[in-house]
């Protein structure tokens, strides 16, 4: 099994920045062998939607609403996922999941999700 723990949201100012991390702990095989990392947010009443992801080795992926705004990063070494995001706005507001696909000792792929942490933008 794969756990999650998430830290870093809070409150900001309209173009402020906020940093998230999302820890992954576990069995060494499952750690190990974590694939997709991703984040995750949902405003109320809206549906979740996809932040940003990265693959293992590096490749990322972006919504257009915060494209050049937000980068996310990992260290594999770490297990952990990074969510740098930069000129905030009020529609950031969210809480914000992480997401990571892993596989396991029997070779078959699973996710598992972070309990939530709250983002708001306000001035």
């Known amino acids: 099994q794969v756990q999650l723990v998430e830290s870093g949201g809070g409150l900001a100012q309209p173009g402020g920045s906020l940093r998230l991390s999302c820890a992954a702990s576990?069995?060494?095989?499952?750690?190990?062998?974590?694939?997709?990392m991703g984040w995750y947010r949902q405003a109320p009443g809206k549906q979740r939607e996809l932040v940003a992801s990265?693959?293992?080795?590096?490749?990322?992926n972006y919504a257009d609403s915060v494209r050049g705004r937000f980068t996310i990063s990992r260290d594999n070494a770490k297990s952990t996922v990074f969510l740098q995001m930069n000129s905030l706005k009020a529609e950031d507001t969210a809480v914000y999941y992480c997401?990571?696909?892993?596989?396991?000792?029997?070779?078959?792929?699973?996710?598992?999700w972070g309990q939530g942490i709250q983002v708001t933008v306000s001035s």
């Open positions: 997401n990571v696909d892993w596989r396991d000792a029997l070779s078959r792929t699973r996710d598992t």
């Open positions: 990265i693959e293992r080795w590096g490749s990322t």
């Open positions: 576990g069995s060494i095989f499952s750690i190990n062998n974590i694939g997709y």
